[in-house]
């Protein structure tokens, strides 16, 4: 009997692993992009037809997969030098890609909307983020990452406090780098010093919104539908480490370790705050500072005296 259960304890070990982060340093700038239309495979030339992926966290949907329909997307890609105050730079020649509908922005295209009751939606605009990446037309045709390590804890942080608005993301994108290759849109010409990742912000902040959740939620409901954190050997203690460069898969890490430590988070509870905080004690905390918890007191307060003198102003009215 003592054996079985040293033996069940022993199966459940803690197995030590650094988290290391080290980000592909990038400058990312805004462009204009404009449709060209439906994407034909019949008409449409050979150097044109880049296959469609994962856009900055946009999912195919059923519609794009039955329909088989995709967009073109002409943009002029900004080349390196320019106003880093401004986000301007000298413009490249024009690409023309391939892009899945369901990555493109309601105000830009309706889910409703394809080849066959909008045949013509050529000239619509919208901005996206891009930034060259002249490695994409070498033969290897990888970035390498800073050999600074960075906290991807801080990072995180950063990004699911960001104001929704595109300057912020991109000086954000500008300070951590590359978003994530497997969901961003890669273009590179082998033999060329052209290349670029472009990302669509409205699926950024669609990512923001499920990493709160995520945070805030239940660990099992994250933990039974992520992916696993990929532990790979050194030499040296701890021996085992996870290695992240692009910032998504730096963020889906960090919150799947805080879920294994037991962790939890919450929102505050001020409506012109919302900011997340980590919960530190077993006691309900419904603000992130304590500043927060006095100005929403003081608002409280202020409204408690309001209702009551409008109250008292109302029997007054009555008696009289």
């Known amino acids: 009997m003592l054996m079985e259960q040293s033996m069940a304890q022993k199966s459940n070990v803690e197995i030590p692993a650094r988290f290391i982060f080290r980000p592909y340093g990038r400058r990312w700038v805004k462009c204009l992009a404009e449709i060209v239309g439906w994407c034909e495979e019949t008409s449409t030339p050979a150097e044109f037809r880049h296959p469609p992926v994962e856009l900055g966290g946009g999912k195919r949907t059923d519609e794009d997969a039955r329909a088989k329909q995709t967009v073109l997307l002409k943009l002029n890609v900004p ?84 104001k929704q608005d595109m300057e912020a993301l991109r000086l954000f994108l500008n300070h951590w780098g590359l978003w994530d290759r497997s969901r961003g849109y890669e273009v590179g010409f082998l033999g060329e010093p052209h290349g670029f990742a472009m990302l669509f912000p409205h699926l950024l902040w669609e990512r923001q919104e499920e990493y709160r959740k995520a945070l ?81 007191s003081v608002r409280k307060q202020r409204a408690d005296k309001k209702k009551l003198e409008s109250k008292g102003r109302k029997r007054a009215t009555r008696k009289t």
């Open 79 to 162: 080349s390196a030098g320019g106003s880093e105050a401004t986000g301007i730079y000298p413009l490249a020649p024009s690409y023309t890609v391939e892009v899945l509908p369901s990555h493109l922005p309601a105000e830009v295209l309706q889910a409703h909307e394809n080849r066959q009751n909008s045949p013509n939606i050529a000239g619509r605009t919208l901005i996206v983020l891009a930034c060259p990446m002249p490695e994409l037309g070498s033969i290897l045709g990888a970035p390498a990452p800073k050999a600074v390590e960075r906290d991807a804890w801080v990072m995180r942080d950063e990004f699911l406090n960001l």
């Open 216 to 296: 805030t939620g239940k660990a099992r409901k994250w933990l039974s539908t992520t992916s696993s954190l990929f532990l790979s050997y050194i030499k040296e203690p701890p021996y085992f480490v996870v290695r992240k460069s692009h910032c998504e898969d730096a963020i889906r890490s960090t919150i799947t370790i805080d879920h294994l430590l037991n962790i939890t988070f919450g929102i505050c509870k001020r409506y012109d705050c919302r900011k997340l905080f980590e919960r530190t004690t077993q006691q309900r905390r419904f603000y992130c500072s304590h500043g927060c918890a006095h100005v929403a």
